[in-house]
């Protein structure tokens, strides 16, 4: 049972890159997932959450604009896009899944219970 995260890299400022979070031994077509992401010597921050139709998404202010969640459920696979990246953006970034069936997306490390290994985003200036 895991979440595998991929397709991050080493970009230049102003790149893109879009990452893919695949889930082996569960199905997440019922569940909310969410986006983070771990910065060097920060604390790890919430970046996306979509619910588990897809029809709702909520941004952290950092990336709204720039950063697109979206998901393929037949391929039980989440994705970020993740355009005009800035230096700032570098992390390790993961996905998990939300396990409690409900509307509200949620931005909470406390509230998702799965996560990925996660995939190192390098945006160099």
């Known amino acids: 049972v895991q979440l595998q995260a991929s397709g991050g890299g080493l970009v230049q400022a102003g790149g893109s890159l879009r990452l893919s979070c695949a889930a082996s031994?569960?199905?997440?077509?019922?569940?909310?997932m969410g986006w983070f992401r771990q910065g060097p010597g920060k604390e790890r921050e919430f970046v996306a959450a979509i619910s588990w139709s897809g029809g709702s998404t909520y941004y952290a202010d950092s990336v709204q604009g720039r950063f697109t969640i979206s998901r393929d459920n037949a391929k039980n696979t989440v994705y970020l896009q993740m355009n005009s990246l800035k230096p700032e953006d570098t992390a390790v970034y993961y996905c998990?899944?939300?396990?409690?069936?409900?509307?509200?997306?949620?931005?909470?490390?406390?509230?998702?219970?799965?996560w990925g290994q996660g995939t190192q985003v390098t945006v160099s200036s």
């Open positions: 031994g569960l199905t997440i077509s019922r569940n909310n």
């Open positions: 998990a899944r939300d396990p409690r069936w409900e509307l509200r997306l949620k931005t909470m490390i406390s509230s998702y219970d799965y």
